[in-house]
């Protein structure tokens, strides 16, 4: 944080797209930490983040209170406190820059998956199912604890089963919020969540509920096969970004200060 001004830039946009994620654009609110991975610490910045993404959460809940698939809430959000436990345990092991990395690897992946299907032909809708979901939720949870990147492993599960596009919207979000709030005990227990940044976090919320809205009305009027392959576009961009971020420090190290 030793420039103010690029600090409240990358806070500022990451909270904008921290609630366009909640308001049904989920892949644009996993660009949130990254950008503020620029001007902070990360494991800092998602903790910074935290209580953004649950004041975005209450009026996502709102928005898609009617529109989700009950099935895969029921499947996702165990599977996702799974991966938030483990999260937990190995809190202190785990190389955030080796978990970006492969997160990027699976959404890369799943999109060359995504281009298989459009040249010969797209499989027929998967349903869900226990053992996917188990596997899948876990590591979105995993992954969410760690820097907020639930996305990726989400959509690998989800897309395939093609349903309606409010639906996978309030799936998501309502996955998530439940999940961010199983993360506020460990957070709290690690000593990442502090009391001193709630006044950041007072002045970012707005900037996030208005995002939210903007995230919703987008979702209505952009149509349907318009709307997935943004998703997609957005999960090529995030892949790439996270792989370059895990490869650069892996390779190089961190860079100085």
């Known amino acids: 944080m ?21 308001g049904g654009l989920p892949m644009v609110a996993s660009l949130s930490v990254p950008i503020l991975s620029l001007v902070m610490s990360p494991m800092h910045g998602a903790a910074l983040l935290l209580p953004v993404y649950l004041i975005s959460d209450v009026y996502g809940i709102v928005i898609y209170r009617h529109s989700f698939s009950p099935r895969n ?12 436990i483990i999260g937990w345990l190995l809190a202190d ?3 955030e820059h080796v978990v970006r990395l492969i997160i990027g690897c699976v959404g890369l992946g799943f999109l060359a998956l995504r281009m298989r299907s459009r040249f010969f032909g797209a499989p027929d809708p998967r349903p869900a199912d ?13 992954t969410s604890f760690v820097s907020h990147a639930g996305g990726p492993a989400f959509q690998v599960y989800v897309l395939p089963q093609q349903m309606p596009k409010m639906m996978f919207a309030g799936t998501s979000t309502i996955t998530f ?9 460990p957070y709290l227990s690690l000593d990442l969540l ?33 709307f997935f392959v943004i998703i997609e576009i957005a999960l090529f961009v995030i892949s790439v970004s996270l792989i370059r971020a895990g490869l650069t420090v892996l390779i190089w190290g961190p860079s100085p200060g």
């Open 194 to 226: 502090r009391w001193g940044d709630m006044n950041i976090v007072a002045a970012l919320a707005p900037v996030a509920l208005f995002g939210t809205w903007l995230g919703y009305r987008l979702t209505q009027l952009i149509p349907e096969r318009v």
């Open 73 to 84: 809430l029921a499947i996702l959000i165990p599977a996702g406190a799974i991966g938030v």
């Open 93 to 95: 092991r785990t190389d």
């Open 130 to 142: 226990v053992p996917r979901g188990l596997i899948w939720g876990s590591i979105s949870g995993f």
């Open 2 to 22: 030793s420039d103010p001004t690029l600090f409240w830039i990358g806070a500022l946009l990451a909270s904008l797209f921290v609630g366009a994620g909640k």
């Open 177 to 185: 919020a439940v999940i961010n709030l199983m993360k506020v005990p």
